[in-house]
């Protein structure tokens, strides 16, 4: 395989022959007979600069379309570089043009906005922000299987369609071969789909917990890692119609556990960022937000705090000077400042919440014997509040059934998930990590719709 600029740039072996492909950034001519070539490849964000005499083979027949954005093939010595800021380059002894680009090629050598860059999602993996994105999220998905594989856990792919409502919020896609414009009814003038492709009305996963909690109960420890999609008509920074989810299921344990293994997954992988991705680390950093490198060492090296929900509501009802702009009272869901005023004023760390009232968490929760609370956690971070959540399950069998019908769910649509509570129930829990969450959260991206590939937000699905 032709070597990476990577690896070129980290070579010493001067004198050396070496041949490399990539997009040129930028050109610049001499009067003397040569130019300067500045190409990438991706795989660093690093640029190679290329010097090229007119006397080398391809010169004259490729010079003309060595514009920013053509793609090149070159081969040449590799030489000490005498500028400032780079190691190596490339004195070129062949050349040759690969693809063309015209002048209007869209991503000059300038700044851009992340607005405009959006409009042209195709182009953008070759800026050097969202190249560092790309890099960084290659790492940490592979650093997620990293993590669950060393520790025995199986990888389960779980339905991106299913007919249950994991969350029972109701904000959820529906996957139809129907005729909207004539889509058969039944008795009571409602969509029949009986019809439709699956006999039944299907949607697109918002979770793929419950399903994954099948093997979990037949394998022990599991983790799926996939897409999910949720119909919420949000256009904030924060949120996606398509996003990716880091869902572990633990067997037999409880909270405690689910806590400890949710703390020492988020360590391990900011703390590969921090090892494998120093460069692309320093660059959000240095161009996106100064606070990154130290937030993420300091959540590295922390034990995190642990209190209940009840604690905190005591521990924010003495923040006179906070000023919050949502009420604190128990029972209330905790708003982002409120999180973020535990883990940068009052502990100065991250925070893991558990026990929180059970009526403002998902039926699947673990009732505590106090019947108020359930066995729910939160880890939360600084700037931004939660980047976890997760429970233990609620494995008995009669109490899964009371809670559902509580909420107006029909147990027999979950009949399948009932029965693992029937045949051979053991405690077990999980938590969920929304993939682009994090990675906004590690490189201090303002909008999350800039940490995926093709974000899909309300009223925009292009590319």
């Not at 010595?77 to 693809?99: D, F, M, R, Y």
């Not at 959000?284 to 995190?304: K, M, Q, Y």
Request: hydrophobic share 40%; with cysteine; proline share 5%.
């Amino acid at each position: 395989m032709t070597p990476r600029i990577k690896d070129i740039l980290l070579s010493t072996d001067f004198g050396s022959e070496v041949m490399t492909r990539g997009w040129v950034r930028s050109r610049r001519d001499s009067k003397s007979g040569f130019c300067f070539l500045v190409i990438n490849d991706g795989s660093c964000l690093a640029d190679l600069q290329i010097i090229v005499d007119e006397s080398i083979p391809g010169y004259h027949e490729s010079i003309g379309g060595l514009l920013t954005g053509a793609s090149v093939e070159i081969r040449g010595e590799l030489v000490e570089s005498p500028a400032k800021g780079q190691n190596v380059e490339v004195k070129a002894t062949e050349i040759h043009l690969i693809g063309s680009c015209p002048p209007e090629y869209p991503l000059q050598k300038k700044r851009h906005s992340f607005e405009f860059l959006r409009e042209i999602a195709h182009l953008r993996p070759r800026s050097n922000t969202f190249g560092a994105i790309s890099r960084v999220r290659n790492r940490l998905s592979f650093a997620i299987h990293e993590f669950f594989q060393s520790r025995g856990f199986l990888y389960v792919h779980t339905p991106i369609v299913t007919s249950s409502d994991c969350e029972g919020a109701g904000e959820m896609f529906t996957v139809t071969t129907l005729d909207m414009e004539n889509p058969p009814k039944d008795s009571n003038g409602k969509v029949d789909f009986s019809h439709d492709f699956f006999g039944k009305r299907s949607h697109l996963t918002v979770s793929g917990q419950l399903n994954v909690e099948t093997h979990c109960l037949a394998l022990g420890n599991v983790y799926t890692f996939g897409p999910t999609f949720r119909a919420e008509n949000s256009n904030t920074s924060r949120h996606l119609a398509e996003f990716w989810m880091i869902e572990p299921e633990i067997a037999f344990c409880d909270l405690g556990g689910d806590m400890d293994l949710a703390e020492e997954f988020l360590r391990h992988l900011l703390g590969v960022l921090l090892e494998d991705c120093a460069a692309d680390m320093k660059f959000f950093n240095d161009r996106i937000d100064n606070t990154v490198l130290a937030t993420l060492e300091h959540i590295v090296a922390s034990n995190f705090e642990r209190l209940s929900y009840t604690e905190a509501i005591d521990e924010l009802l003495k923040a006179k000077s906070a000023n919050f702009e949502y009420p604190v009272k128990w029972g209330l869901d905790l708003q982002s400042e409120h999180e973020r005023w535990l883990t940068e004023k009052v502990f100065k760390k991250p925070v893991i919440l558990y026990d929180y009232p059970r009526d403002i968490k998902a039926f699947y929760m673990r009732q505590n014997e106090d019947e108020k609370t359930v066995a729910a956690m939160d880890v939360l971070v600084p700037k931004i509040g939660e980047i976890i959540g997760g429970s233990q399950r609620e494995d008995r069998h009669d109490v899964l059934v009371a809670r559902m019908k509580e909420l107006d769910l029909n147990p027999d649509d979950y009949w399948w998930y009932l029965d693992l509570r029937r045949y051979g129930s053991v405690p077990h829990a999980g938590f969920g990590l929304g993939f682009e969450r994090l990675i906004q959260f590690a490189t201090g991206m303002q909008n999350i719709r800039d940490v995926i590939p093709f974000p899909r937000v309300p009223n925009n699905a292009s590319f």
